[in-house]
């Protein structure tokens, strides 16, 4: 039996996914074996207690699951939000509770990031860790120097935790950013320009030199459309 157009469109753009993600697995499983040889292969405040709020971990077979972070504690405004900065934790493990903490101790209020992505120390391989930030549609405090000004108002904070320039980040990790930046993408109509490395706008190597950016930015086209 002769398959239908519709049919043929849904498995070429099965076969598309596949191949992206099989791409983006590559480039960091390539990143992790080279780190792996050069370090010899070691492996406004709100609650706080209304603030640690996690998702469940996103299934890598559905990207559509990213849809449970939409389900926020104030009304989600998409004008307010026009581009989205990914940053690195820069150390090897941490939790959100961890994290806010440290920011407290900095003097912010509380958690700077609206996301956060485990890497399996501390927090689960790939959980989305939502901040109070993001439940509660505040600005962030996560871009560092002149730009944060205008960028921490305007722009979503994801955070893989993990040290980008000493080690790649995990398969788990890049599944969900990706597909949590596509989600946010198609919801807010945020352009796959507007999503920019810490680097990018301000001086610091977040989220590292093993960020593979080309890989990532591939699967977000193939995601995103």
Do not use: K
Request: with cysteine; net charge neutral.
């Amino acid at each position: 039996m002769m398959s239908s157009p519709r049919s043929r469109q849904s498995s070429s753009m099965s076969l598309r996914t596949r191949v992206v993600w099989v791409t983006l697995a590559v480039a960091f499983t390539s990143v992790a074996g080279l780190m792996s040889l050069v370090s010899g292969g070691s492996n406004g405040g709100s609650d706080p207690g209304r603030a640690l709020a996690s998702v469940p971990l996103l299934r890598a077979a559905a990207p559509q699951s990213v849809e449970a972070v939409f389900q926020t504690r104030a009304e989600i405004d998409p004008s307010l939000w026009r581009s989205i900065v990914i940053h690195h934790t820069g150390t090897p493990a941490e939790t959100a509770a961890s994290l806010d903490e440290r920011h407290r101790t900095q003097g912010l209020a509380g958690l700077g990031y609206h996301f956060v992505i485990g890497n399996g120390h501390r927090m689960g391989d790939g959980e989305v860790h939502v901040g109070y930030r993001w439940l509660d549609q505040l600005h962030g405090a996560h871009v560092a120097g002149p730009a944060g000004r205008e960028l921490n108002y305007e722009s979503i904070g994801i955070c893989l935790v993990g040290d980008g320039d000493r080690r790649a980040f995990t398969r788990a990790q890049t599944r969900r950013l990706a597909e949590l930046v596509a989600g946010l993408c198609r919801r807010l109509d945020i352009p796959a320009s507007s999503v920019v490395l810490h680097r990018d706008v301000a001086e610091t190597t977040s989220p590292g030199r093993t960020f593979p950016e080309a890989a990532f930015r591939q699967a977000l086209e193939e995601l995103a459309g």
